[in-house]
């Protein structure tokens, strides 16, 4: 069966940026953004500086719910 767009999957956030610090770069206000199913890293691990933070193999960190 064929994907019919928009398609939203069931486990990302997505929203509207309403405020961003002097030292982001890649969000402007009243913009949309998403958060995948992944949302933070050790940012140093190889698998992180190659961009491939999902494989990070000291830190990665799921959202929990309530």
Do not use: W
Request: with cysteine.
């Amino acid at each position: 069966m064929p994907t019919v767009y928009p398609c939203v999957p069931g486990h990302e956030i997505v929203g509207r940026v309403v405020k961003a610090g002097s030292a982001v770069k890649k969000f402007k206000r009243r913009r949309h953004c998403a958060v995948g199913c992944m949302v933070d890293s050790c940012a140093s691990a190889a698998s992180c500086i190659a961009g491939e933070e999902q494989y990070c193999e000291n830190q990665m960190v799921l959202p929990t719910t309530a």
